[in-house]
């Protein structure tokens, strides 16, 4: 029996297996994955890539969408400060994030956003989605 078995934990390659991930360079644990759609913007963005065609989407479009989705929670904030907050959080925080956890393939000299996950990040934002608040 191999180490990783005496001690109770999976091996990420099986856990990469049944993600259904075989196009990604290399595995992702389930850890990766929770952390990166811990945040309603990232699970938005998420939504917006899969309902886009192809699961891609520019970068101004991408903003867009996101901003419509996710809450203004600072009521003095106006439509187009709320666009801009979200506009900076998704360069700075959110895509970045997103594509470390090689659930996307963020190109910023292109401005193209592709989602490129597999089945382990679906089924999990499938299971987080009814508890999302969208108001």
């Known amino acids: 029996m191999d180490e990783s ?3 109770g934990t999976r ?9 259904g991930s075989s196009g990604r360079e290399r595995p992702v644990s389930p850890d990766t994955i929770l952390s990166a759609v811990a945040n309603e913007h990232r699970r938005a963005i998420l939504d917006a890539l899969d309902d886009a065609f192809e699961k891609t989407l520019e970068y101004d479009v991408l903003v867009d969408r996101v901003a419509d989705r996710v809450r ?14 979200v506009r900076i959080a998704l360069h700075h925080t959110h895509l970045p994030k997103l594509d470390e956890a090689r659930i996307i393939d963020y190109k910023t000299e292109t401005g193209h956003v592709q989602y490129i996950g597999g089945e382990l990040e679906k089924k999990i934002l499938t299971l987080v989605e009814p508890y999302d ?3």
């Open 133 to 135: 608040v969208h108001e």
């Open 11 to 19: 091996d990420i390659q099986s856990i990469d297996a049944v993600s």
């Open 72 to 85: 203004n929670e600072d009521a003095k904030w106006g439509s187009d400060e709320h666009r801009q907050r």
């Open 5 to 7: 078995r005496k001690l």
